[in-house]
């Protein structure tokens, strides 16, 4: 690059920034006013066009019912005071300038609660174009009211609404946005609404941006749902598995009531992060009803446990219908055999003749009759036991596999909602 081109390019240089100086003087320095209305007649109506030229969701707060974004709005409307002709200006057709030098419309988010703007007022910038029409691009990010149903949690679908003005809309589009981690953009709807104040026979108008957004259950699903179901399935064979051959339930209950308040505590993790309404969502009746389940199973295990406490204790003779319904046929039949045995050596006993009852060998026979006896209520006693620990094994089968069946149910019935 020789001398003359870096002079050429310097003096087109110095030209462009000579006219774009001009430019600015010839807009603003001419009587212009940017708190005045930009129309030639006072009926005139300023047309603004929204463009949302990015939108990032950043959270949704179901406990706050709010909704936080970032969003670059994009404001088009005509200036009458703010044209020329390029002809006149080296041909430029258009010119940034601060906004604070130009009238710009009084557009607020009416349904945010609170707004962080990225630039301060003094470092934006506005672009005017030679025919009147200026674009400013307003880049912030709001705390949105959202009302939030939850009914559905964790597959629902939120409506956000989002409403902007109020001044004339003319055009609204949506060119650009994102979700989160947890959320998805199903679609952007937009409206306008008009409206009239009747007292001062003001008429304006207001954009409504619906925002519809699907939340991604997998989390949910992974950190409380899938938890909920083993520890609820761990709970029921605990409680319903026999642990040893002498058929002890008392951990059973304990591991039931353990499970019971890491349930609670699952349950107060979703409640926490709800809004408080009316309705429990999805997943928290999905909890409560594994708590229901497990409650049940514990109801159900120290209902087990009093019933063989007291059969054992008050030596009940397990009834042979009972046994037959439930399996244990053969178990009834050796405890009537030995209460058959045990009743018809007794009467051999009394039977015995009264001269050899006082003599030596008598008492010898009685002292071995009554060993026997005792060898046979012991052996009856075990078998009694014995009985009543398969019936209630069958009794714990027959629960365990209902109330497997029903958390099945239930967890289904939350996975396919």
């Given at each position: 690059?020789n001398?003359?081109?870096?002079?050429?390019?310097?003096?087109?240089?110095?030209?462009?920034?000579?006219?774009?100086?001009?430019l600015?003087?010839?807009?603003?320095?001419?009587?212009?006013?940017?708190?005045?209305?930009?129309v030639?007649?006072?009926?005139?109506?300023?047309?603004?066009t929204?463009?949302?030229?990015?939108f990032?969701?950043l959270r949704?707060?179901?406990?706050?019912?709010?909704?936080?974004?970032?969003?670059e709005?994009?404001?088009?409307?005509?200036?009458?005071?703010?044209?020329?002709?390029?002809?006149?200006?080296?041909?430029?057709?258009?010119?940034?300038?601060?906004?604070?030098?130009?009238?710009?419309?009084?557009?607020?988010?009416?349904?945010?609660?609170a707004?962080?703007?990225?630039?301060d007022?003094?470092?934006r910038?506005?672009?005017?174009?030679w025919?009147?029409?200026?674009?400013?691009?307003i880049?912030?990010?709001?705390?949105?009211?959202?009302?939030?149903?939850?009914?559905?949690?964790?597959?629902?679908?939120?409506?956000?609404?989002i409403?902007?003005?109020?001044?004339t809309i003319?055009v609204?589009?949506?060119?650009?946005f994102?979700g989160?981690?947890?959320?998805?953009?199903d679609?952007?709807?937009t409206?306008?609404?008009y409206?009239?104040?009747?007292?001062?026979?003001?008429?304006?108008?207001?954009?409504?941006?619906?925002?519809?957004?699907?939340?991604?259950?997998?989390f949910?699903?992974?950190?409380?749902l899938?938890p909920?179901?083993?520890?609820t399935?761990?709970s029921?064979?605990?409680?319903?598995?026999?642990?040893?051959?002498?058929?002890?339930r008392?951990?059973?209950v304990n591991?039931?009531?353990t499970?019971?308040l890491s349930?609670?505590?699952?349950?107060?993790i979703?409640?926490?992060?709800?809004?408080?309404a009316?309705?429990?969502?999805?997943?928290?009746?999905?909890?409560?009803?594994?708590?229901?389940?497990?409650?049940?199973?514990?109801?159900?295990?120290v209902?087990?446990?009093t019933?063989?406490h007291?059969?054992?204790?008050?030596r009940?003779?397990?009834?042979?219908?009972?046994?037959?319904?439930?399996?244990?046929t053969g178990?009834?039949k050796f405890?009537?055999?030995?209460?058959?045995?045990?009743?018809?050596r007794k009467?051999?006993?009394?039977a015995?003749?009264?001269?050899?009852?006082s003599?030596?060998?008598?008492?010898f026979?009685?002292?071995?009759?009554?060993?026997?006896?005792?060898?046979?209520?012991?052996?009856?006693d075990?078998?009694?036991?014995?009985?009543?620990?398969?019936?209630?094994?069958?009794?714990?089968?027959?629960?365990?596999?209902?109330?497997?069946i029903?958390?099945?149910?239930?967890t289904i019935?939350?996975?396919?909602?």
């Open positions: 690059m001398f003359w081109t870096v002079l050429i390019l310097c003096q087109l240089a110095t030209v462009a920034k000579f006219s774009t100086s001009n600015a003087h010839h807009l603003l320095n001419n009587g212009y006013n940017p708190n005045d209305r930009p030639l007649h006072e009926s005139d109506t300023i047309n603004l929204i463009d949302i030229n990015k990032t969701l949704m707060d179901q406990a706050e019912e709010t909704a936080i974004f970032s969003a709005f994009l404001l088009t409307w005509k200036d009458a005071f703010l044209n020329w002709n390029p002809s006149e200006f080296n041909g430029q057709k258009r010119i940034k300038v601060k906004e604070q030098q130009v009238w710009r419309p009084d557009v607020t988010v009416s349904t945010s609660i707004k962080e703007t990225l630039l007022a003094n470092q910038y506005v672009e005017v174009f025919d009147g029409t200026v674009r400013q691009s880049y912030s990010v709001y705390t949105n009211l959202c009302n939030m149903k939850v009914v559905n949690f964790p597959y629902d679908s939120q409506i956000c609404i409403d902007i003005g109020p001044w003319f609204v589009k949506v060119q650009l994102w989160n981690s947890e959320w998805d953009f679609k952007l709807a409206s306008v609404d409206s009239i104040d009747a007292d001062v026979d003001f008429h304006f108008s207001e954009v409504r941006f619906e925002l519809y957004v699907q939340r991604r259950p997998q949910y699903l992974w950190v409380l899938i909920t179901f083993v520890i399935t761990v029921v064979c605990g409680l319903f598995i026999p642990t040893n051959t002498l058929g002890d008392e951990e059973k591991l039931g009531l499970t019971l349930s609670a505590v699952i349950l107060e979703v409640a926490n992060s709800m809004p408080k009316s309705a429990l969502p999805l997943l928290g009746n999905f909890i409560l009803a594994e708590i229901f389940v497990v409650a049940a199973g514990v109801v159900c295990s209902i087990t446990l019933l063989h007291r059969a054992n204790t008050r009940w003779k397990p009834k042979p219908w009972i046994l037959k319904i439930l399996g244990a178990s009834a405890v009537k055999i030995s209460y058959f045995k045990l009743e018809k009467k051999n006993t009394s015995l003749p009264l001269l050899r009852q003599a030596p060998w008598a008492e026979m009685a002292s071995l009759h009554a060993l026997l006896d005792y060898l046979d209520e012991e052996e009856v075990r078998r009694r036991e014995l009985a009543w620990l398969k019936l209630f094994d069958r009794v714990d089968a027959i629960l365990l596999v209902t109330f497997l029903v958390n099945c149910i239930v019935i939350v996975c396919k909602h």
